[in-house]
């Protein structure tokens, strides 16, 4: 790779504070792990390089300190840690039997908050501990006598409330497998995913709120029931105070109320390691969408590491992190009751016009400890002038972002805006594994524009050409090592053939995750975008996530997308498309700046041949810019061979990309057939 090397950083943005380091939950299991499990060159608890180096050299021994510091309760105990470390085909804690649900629940004190549910109006209500065991039970025991058994699935058609977490863990204590997506898909986008799963149950709401509005899905929830033929119920659940129809319908339909309001002791099913949790959809733009199974210990053991060490969460925190049920981000948010903490469910658009800041709002009245959010919203904020600092953001001690890479210059925002000594943490992982392959934690120092370091158990590396580990130069994203919350398999792949060429064909044995990244010397993770969307000019290659950086701090810019597209006379069009900020137009002086920008920020080779005005950049519903099938849609290829509507938070974009291809081709080419429509 030729990528221009990373400039060395001398001192961080934020060093963690010394007095934070040594009381963190990641240093006292650094001090453990030393005394218990032998760990070897740690002299230093707050030396989170030297944790991460044992930590992918002694796997085993790793994964055993997890499992024994945080007293995974078993019914049968593993054979050993790791019996077959072959990726694909790993196998975790053989003869292991236990049952996420159960970890959920145990640690929760019965009367404080297990989960605080808010909206975008700004109210809310808690349940306690207590509550929530036993609407687990009775939901749990309700699921049962419709038919569920062990390994049938459960989904939910749900917005971001407690039903959804009441309904995932009731599921999961029977062994059943359970998966969800936002009431912001279309019936049919929904029966996509549900209907290759043939589910017993479907659990669905009358509606949600986005942006000052009350979003009626009771039509949509029916027809998708309707696409469903095995199931067997349909449970109601009236979040908006609509009123259900009374039309017949082709399964059974039991109101929430009843289903979570019985007096019930939970029973929760013990299961192998490696049974299936949950199956969540890959943001995969064409064909049908992707499920990837997760087991009950992989999750388990992998988000009490994230939450439990990198996020120092415990007893007597709370937990808001914007987002929706079909984003993996909602799976550990639910994970925070695996750590006795308190989780928030929120219901509504991140920044409402009537009120944007709502969430620091609502993250000051409920004494939030971790805020998280997306790189997006935090731009967003500071574009909008929003001053969070307004509220009494005390509580607060940690901000973190993922979904795409964080600009530099939100760091200094978040410092000034926010809160200094907030450590803002950003973080870099995948829905693959639901999890991150690197983050911070509390003994991490903070470079803007980095990620802190690879995340333990994570054995991080960036590959050249040759397949070559490298250091402060751009490589593909590989981990070298197995973790436990890698896929268990795709769902319908029964000869494992597509998860293989998912991840294992470039480097067999060696997954291969798809993104440029750089690991500094200074032990940091610079993500440069996906390398198929790479921008490869005269030779010399760029991510595409350095200049989208570069230009999204520019105040008249609200978001860009730059596209490196190979046309058929050999020629390389790379056109870069911006959406200014309200009131901002797209003259010849901003232009003009914005390829000063570029030159000087990020590479002379790579100022665009073209800037372009549009009205929106084309995401996934998990928010990621799609570079590839814009980039296939600008060279002609047709738009249902590139993306699925369904997979796109605008579909309408889609066909202004594919027009706007098509007069460009037209124009450069204006004796050819004008291509069809």
């Given at each position: 790779?030729?990528?221009?090397?990373?400039?060395?950083?001398?001192?961080?943005?934020?060093?963690?504070?010394?007095?934070?380091?040594?009381?963190?939950?990641?240093?006292?299991?650094?001090?453990?792990?030393?005394?218990?499990?032998?760990?070897e060159g740690i002299p230093d608890p707050t030396d989170y390089h030297a944790l991460h180096r044992?930590?992918?050299?002694?796997?085993?021994?790793?994964?055993?300190?997890?499992?024994?510091?945080?007293?995974?309760?078993?019914?049968?105990?593993?054979?050993?840690?790791?019996?077959?470390?072959?990726?694909?085909?790993?196998?975790?804690?053989?003869?292991?039997?236990?049952?996420?649900?159960?970890?959920?629940?145990?640690?929760?004190?019965?009367?404080?908050?297990?989960?605080?549910?808010?909206?975008?109006?700004?109210?809310?209500?808690?349940?306690?501990?207590?509550?929530?065991?036993?609407?687990?039970?009775?939901?749990?025991?309700?699921?049962?006598?419709?038919?569920?058994?062990?390994?049938?699935?459960?989904?939910?058609?749900?917005?971001?409330?407690?039903?959804?977490?009441?309904?995932?863990?009731?599921?999961?204590?029977?062994?059943?497998?359970w998966s969800v997506c936002g009431q912001d898909y279309a019936p049919q986008a929904a029966a996509?995913?549900?209907?290759?799963?043939?589910?017993?149950?479907?659990?669905?709401?009358?509606?949600?709120?986005?942006?000052?509005?009350?979003?009626?899905?009771?039509?949509?929830?029916?027809?998708?029931?309707?696409?469903?033929?095995?199931?067997?119920?349909?449970?109601?659940?009236?979040?908006?105070?609509?009123?259900?129809?009374?039309?017949?319908?082709?399964?059974?339909?039991?109101?929430?109320?009843?289903?979570?309001?019985?007096?019930?002791?939970?029973?929760?099913?013990?299961?192998?390691?490696?049974h299936p949790l949950w199956i969540v959809f890959s943001s995969g733009t064409t064909g049908l969408?992707?499920?990837?199974?997760?087991?009950?210990?992989?999750?388990?053991?992998?988000?009490?590491?994230?939450?439990?060490?990198?996020?120092?969460?415990?007893?007597?925190?709370?937990?808001?992190?914007?987002?929706?049920?079909?984003?993996?981000?909602?799976?550990?948010?639910?994970?925070?009751?695996?750590?006795?903490?308190?989780?928030?469910?929120?219901?509504?658009?991140?920044?409402?016009?009537?009120?944007?800041?709502?969430?620091?709002?609502?993250?000051?009245?409920?004494?939030?400890?971790?805020?998280?959010?997306?790189?997006?919203?935090?731009?967003?904020?500071?574009?909008?002038?929003?001053?969070?600092?307004?509220?009494?953001?005390?509580?607060?001690?940690?901000?973190?972002?993922?979904?795409?890479?964080?600009?530099?210059?939100?760091?200094?925002?978040?410092?000034?805006?926010?809160?200094?000594?907030?450590?803002?943490?950003?973080?870099?992982?995948?829905?693959?594994?639901?999890?991150?392959?690197?983050?911070?934690?509390?003994?991490?120092?903070?470079?803007?524009?980095?990620?802190?370091?690879?995340?333990?158990?994570?054995?991080?590396?960036?590959?050249?050409?040759?397949?070559?580990?490298?250091?402060?130069?751009?490589?593909?994203?590989?981990?070298?090592?197995?973790?436990?919350?890698?896929?268990?398999?795709?769902?319908?792949?029964?000869?494992?053939?597509?998860?293989?060429?998912?991840?294992?064909?470039?480097?067999?044995?060696?997954?291969?995750?798809?993104?440029?990244?750089?690991?500094?010397?200074?032990?940091?993770?610079?993500?440069?975008?996906?390398?198929?969307?790479?921008?490869?000019?005269?030779?010399?290659?760029?991510?595409?996530?350095?200049?989208?950086?570069?230009?999204?701090?520019?105040?008249?810019?609200?978001?860009?997308?730059?596209?490196?597209?190979?046309?058929?006379?050999?020629?390389?069009?790379?056109?870069?498309?911006?959406?200014?900020?309200?009131?901002?137009?797209?003259?010849?002086?901003?232009?003009?700046?914005?390829?000063?920008?570029?030159?000087?920020?990020?590479?002379?080779?790579?100022?665009?041949?073209?800037?372009?005005?549009?009205?929106?950049?084309?995401?996934?519903?998990?928010?990621?810019?799609?570079?590839?099938?814009?980039?296939?849609?600008?060279?002609?290829?047709?738009?249902?061979?590139?993306?699925?509507?369904?997979?796109?938070?605008?579909?309408?974009?889609?066909?202004?990309?594919?027009?706007?291809?098509?007069?460009?081709?037209?124009?450069?080419?204006?004796?050819?057939?004008?291509?069809?429509?």
């Amino acid at each position: 790779m030729n990528i221009p090397h990373p400039t060395p950083h001398p001192e961080p943005f934020l060093p963690p504070d010394t007095t934070t380091a040594a009381d963190s939950r990641i240093a006292d299991f650094a001090r453990w792990a030393t005394r218990h499990r032998g760990a070897e060159g740690i002299p230093d608890p707050t030396d989170y390089h030297a944790l991460h180096r044992w930590s992918v050299t002694d796997l085993e021994g790793f994964w055993a300190a997890v499992w024994e510091y945080f007293d995974i309760e078993a019914a049968t105990p593993y054979e050993r840690v790791l019996a077959e470390e072959t990726m694909p085909g790993v196998n975790w804690f053989p003869g292991a039997t236990l049952n996420y649900a159960h970890h959920a629940l145990r640690n929760l004190h019965p009367d404080a908050p297990a989960i605080t549910a808010l909206d975008e109006t700004g109210a809310g209500y808690e349940i306690t501990g207590r509550q929530l065991r036993a609407q687990v039970a009775s939901v749990a025991a309700t699921l049962r006598e419709l038919g569920v058994k062990q390994d049938d699935r459960v989904v939910g058609y749900l917005p971001n409330t407690p039903h959804a977490v009441i309904a995932f863990l009731a599921t999961a204590s029977l062994g059943a497998v359970w998966s969800v997506c936002g009431q912001d898909y279309a019936p049919q986008a929904a029966a996509d995913r549900f209907a290759q799963l043939k589910p017993t149950v479907l659990i669905t709401a009358d509606g949600y709120l986005f942006n000052g509005t009350r979003h009626d899905r009771r039509s949509a929830s029916l027809d998708l029931a309707g696409a469903l033929p095995t199931l067997k119920a349909t449970v109601l659940v009236d979040h908006l105070g609509l009123m259900w129809p009374e039309t017949p319908h082709t399964s059974l339909t039991v109101p929430w109320e009843d289903a979570a309001t019985r007096t019930e002791h939970l029973t929760i099913t013990p299961v192998p390691f490696d049974h299936p949790l949950w199956i969540v959809f890959s943001s995969g733009t064409t064909g049908l969408p992707k499920g990837i199974v997760h087991g009950h210990g992989g999750v388990l053991l992998e988000h009490l590491k994230i939450l439990g060490l990198h996020t120092d969460l415990g007893v007597g925190d709370r937990l808001l992190w914007y987002t929706t049920t079909h984003w993996m981000m909602w799976n550990l948010v639910v994970s925070t009751l695996l750590t006795g903490a308190t989780t928030c469910t929120y219901d509504g658009s991140p920044a409402p016009v009537a009120r944007p800041d709502i969430l620091w709002e609502l993250a000051a009245r409920h004494k939030v400890t971790v805020f998280g959010t997306s790189p997006q919203y935090l731009l967003a904020m500071a574009k909008l002038g929003i001053e969070p600092s307004v509220h009494a953001l005390s509580a607060i001690r940690a901000v973190g972002s993922t979904g795409s890479t964080l600009p530099a210059s939100a760091y200094p925002w978040v410092r000034d805006h926010v809160g200094a000594g907030i450590q803002l943490a950003s973080t870099s992982g995948g829905t693959d594994v639901v999890s991150a392959f690197a983050g911070s934690a509390p003994t991490t120092p903070v470079w803007a524009g980095e990620v802190s370091a690879p995340n333990l158990g994570v054995a991080l590396a960036a590959y050249d050409g040759a397949g070559q580990p490298v250091v402060d130069q751009v490589g593909e994203l590989v981990v070298t090592r197995p973790m436990p919350s890698m896929p268990l398999y795709f769902w319908n792949d029964p000869d494992g053939s597509r998860y293989r060429d998912a991840y294992f064909t470039a480097y067999p044995g060696v997954w291969r995750h798809g993104d440029w990244i750089t690991l500094t010397s200074h032990g940091s993770v610079i993500v440069h975008g996906r390398s198929d969307a790479t921008l490869n000019r005269n030779g010399v290659r760029l991510g595409s996530a350095d200049i989208h950086d570069i230009v999204e701090r520019l105040p008249e810019i609200t978001e860009a997308l730059v596209i490196g597209a190979e046309e058929p006379d050999g020629g390389y069009w790379m056109p870069l498309f911006v959406v200014p900020a309200p009131g901002i137009t797209l003259d010849d002086a901003l232009r003009e700046k914005i390829r000063d920008a570029v030159r000087t920020g990020a590479s002379p080779r790579h100022v665009p041949d073209e800037i372009l005005a549009v009205p929106a950049i084309p995401h996934t519903r998990t928010g990621k810019k799609l570079e590839v099938p814009v980039k296939r849609l600008l060279q002609g290829a047709p738009a249902e061979q590139v993306v699925n509507p369904s997979a796109v938070d605008d579909p309408d974009l889609v066909a202004y990309f594919a027009d706007l291809g098509a007069e460009r081709r037209q124009a450069r080419h204006p004796h050819t057939v004008k291509d069809a429509p």
